[in-house]
């Protein structure tokens, strides 16, 4: 009887995992494929704007971009002689593979 009953189980088991398989082919088969483009864009900061404008120029910079479609993925700073120079801003958007 304990071996009927754990035959059915295990059964039972291996037909819901084929059906949920089943279930997610058809579900992919409507998506379309994308693919990614990425951007990258110098952020200049000046010598006076250092302390006062950085970071509100660099908002209004991903603000723009997110208008646009566009995610924020990653800053760099650039530092030369010990002075911050600027940022380098990455952004990436979903388009359809051609």
């Known amino acids: 009887m304990k071996d009927k009953l754990l035959i059915g189980v295990l ?8 059906m949920g398989q089943a ?12 693919c990614q483009q990425s951007q990258t864009v110098w952020l200049d900061v000046s010598r ?9 120029n660099m908002t ?3 603000e723009e971009f997110a208008r646009q479609g566009w995610k924020f993925v990653d800053m760099e700073t650039y530092i030369e002689n010990s002075d ?12 359809a593979c051609t």
């Open 84 to 95: 911050l120079e600027g940022f380098f801003l990455t952004y990436s958007r979903d388009i």
């Open 48 to 56: 006076f704007g250092r302390k006062k404008s950085a970071a509100q």
């Open 60 to 62: 209004e910079k991903h």
């Open 23 to 34: 279930g997610n082919a058809s579900a992919q088969a409507n998506q379309f494929v994308t």
């Open 11 to 18: 059964l039972g088991m291996i037909l819901g995992m084929v």
